[in-house]
């Protein structure tokens, strides 16, 4: 089954900072790649997705990510975080089967 | 349109008892989940569901069992609680993307 790695279990930023979030998955076919966000208290909800075409795939509220095939990677970027973005970020990977598995969790801390 | 909704939000259970958590879609997807979510941990997968009739286990089943008679419900049992399934659980259902519940919050003591 496939496995998801989050590297990064807690990041502290400050205002205006610029964000990435690292993401591997274990899985050698064809992919589904999600990012998900949970604030404090909340349920998740969707940043971003990737299926298919381009490996650069933009979200919500200014967050983008890219997939690197090669690498098994699909890391979050975000030019200027804001203190709102504080939250824990979840990747996911759907390879093609009917579950999905997620990473542990970043949980980010912006500083005002 | 109310999404994925969960009852209960909040409950506490003694050790040896049962209960079951509700999860209802109304998005009539026939993908849906329940999973647990502990610190530091992430989400694990319990059981999902491709569709009515049709459940199969995920990563950490033990000491759960599932049904789904129905497209829209995927209740999730508990039958004999025990403190380490003290968590948060949480059920979502797919069509393109998932779709989350609110969440329910279990402490089994």
């Known amino acids: 089954a496939q496995s998801v790695s989050q590297h990064n279990h807690h990041v502290i930023l400050s205002e205006a900072a610029s964000l990435e979030l690292g993401c591997n998955y274990s899985?050698?076919?064809?992919?589904?790649l999600f990012w998900y966000v949970q604030y404090p208290g909340q349920h998740l909800q969707l940043l971003l997705k990737?299926?298919?075409?381009?490996?650069l795939v933009k979200g919500i509220k200014g967050f983008e990510a890219e997939f690197i095939k090669s690498k098994f990677s699909f890391n979050l970027r975000k030019p200027s975080v804001q203190w709102s973005d504080t939250a824990e970020y979840f990747c996911?990977?759907?390879?093609?089967?009917?579950?999905?598995?997620f990473g542990a969790g970043t949980r980010l801390t912006v500083k005002p | 349109n109310a999404g994925v909704t969960q009852t209960p939000k909040f409950r506490i259970l003694k050790i040896g008892q049962s209960m079951t958590l509700q999860c209802t879609q109304d998005?009539?997807?026939?993908?849906m989940y329940w999973y647990r979510q502990d610190p530091g941990m992430g989400l694990k997968l319990i059981y999902y569901?491709?569709?009515?009739?049709?459940?199969d286990k995920g990563e950490v089943p033990n000491g759960y069992n599932v049904s789904r008679s129905t497209t829209e419900d995927f209740p999730l049992r508990l039958e004999l609680a025990a403190p380490s399934q003290t968590s948060v659980y949480f059920c979502?259902?797919?069509?393109?993307?998932?779709?989350f519940g609110a969440g329910t919050r279990l402490s089994v003591l």
């Open positions: 990737y299926f298919s075409g381009d490996p």
């Open positions: 996911a990977v759907n390879a093609g089967n009917n579950d999905m598995r």
């Open positions: 569901s491709v569709g009515a009739g049709i459940t």
């Open positions: 979502a259902s797919k069509g393109t993307v998932q779709y």
């Open positions: 998005m009539n997807h026939n993908y």
């Open positions: 899985y050698g076919g064809t992919v589904n």
